[in-house]
């Protein structure tokens, strides 16, 4: 992408390096079994969620090149009022991945459990689950590192 | 994530008619290859930061995260570590409780909920230098690590729905 706005506030892998082989062993973990679109659909979305510039450059242009259109893309942050451009599947894993990264604004509904756990079964869910909780992981520590969109970790 | 402990409360019992509250999900079980990642993630985070520390942050991540089974989990083992109950529960105000805390305990905490409430909005500069004030980089990256580990332990133990005092 384009050249890093800033430098980031904090080298945190650099400084940490041992917190990156595992965040990334719990990702590639995640993603096992997922479909490579769903996933890229719902990294961006939680980097929505967590404002995470990097996050999103990254994801943004990984779904690009997994052949997301940019309709879907865009549409991301408003999926819930544009049903048609995403499968309910896709929409149900979208309603989920809100919950589990907005805990602070209260549980995971078994409403928007149920909805999900309607379209994976339990080892998707499990993955699912803790794919959220991987790109939640990666948003805090480039969120609270300030890493610049496009630079590298 | 292993400790099988009996909640401590005041009557020494919880009440009769408390509805069953079971895991939705065996994560750990149906996906054993995360739960090893997530230890692995959990041991290199703690890494060089003061245990009791730890626990505080893990404490009050757990608690804005609303996660029961953490909050069981990390009170019982701060009060293990030999935390006094009145840090315990004045965590929630600590703000409103500064004699209890350090400054430095003080400035990972704002840290904590900084980093916890990310949706609310970014990690203020302001929030960010009160810790680097105290934390040198490497300590600072450290605990970055721990606050994202808990916030990571805390959306299973949620979105699972794990029960206090069960495995």
Not at chain 1, 78 to 101: G, S
Not at chain 1, 117 to 135: G, Y
Request: with cysteine.
């Amino acid at each position: 992408m384009s050249t890093p706005e800033t430098a980031p506030r904090l080298p945190v892998f650099r400084l940490a390096p041992d917190i990156y082989a595992p965040l990334l062993a719990l990702t590639q973990a995640a993603k096992k079994g997922l479909d490579p679109v769903l996933v890229e659909l719902l990294l961006i979305r939680a980097s929505q969620l967590n404002r995470c510039a990097f996050c999103l450059d990254m994801h943004v242009t990984d779904a690009r090149k997994a052949g997301v259109s940019e309709e879907r893309i865009t549409l991301l942050s408003a999926w819930e009022e544009a049903p048609a451009h995403y499968t309910e599947k896709e929409r149900a894993a979208l309603a989920f991945t809100e919950a589990v990264t907005v805990l602070t604004g209260g549980f995971v509904p078994d409403e928007v459990y149920e909805r999900a756990a309607a379209h994976f079964d339990d080892a998707e869910l499990a993955r699912l689950l803790a794919l959220i909780t991987a790109i939640n992981s990666w948003n805090r520590l480039n969120v609270a590192a300030r890493t610049p969109a496009g630079g590298v970790l | 994530m292993t400790t099988a402990h009996t909640p401590r409360t005041t009557s020494g019992a919880a009440p009769a008619a408390t509805p069953p509250h079971g895991p939705r999900l065996r994560w750990a079980k149906l996906a054993p290859d995360v739960y090893k990642a997530m230890i692995a993630l959990d041991a290199a985070a703690k890494k060089g930061l003061d245990p009791a520390l730890v626990e505080l942050v893990k404490i009050r991540a757990s608690q804005l995260n609303h996660c029961a089974f953490c909050l069981d989990m990390h009170i019982t083992d701060a009060r293990k570590a030999g935390e006094t109950e009145e840090r315990i529960y004045l965590l929630s105000a600590w703000e409103e409780a500064p004699g209890f805390y350090s400054p430095e305990e003080q400035a990972a905490l704002a840290l904590t909920e900084a980093v916890t409430v990310l949706t609310d909005g970014f990690v203020p500069d302001e929030v960010y230098e009160r810790a680097a004030a105290h934390f040198e980089d490497a300590a600072l990256a450290q605990l970055l690590a721990l606050i994202t580990t808990i916030n990571a332990w805390n959306r299973f133990g949620v979105a699972t729905r794990m029960a206090p005092g069960q495995a």
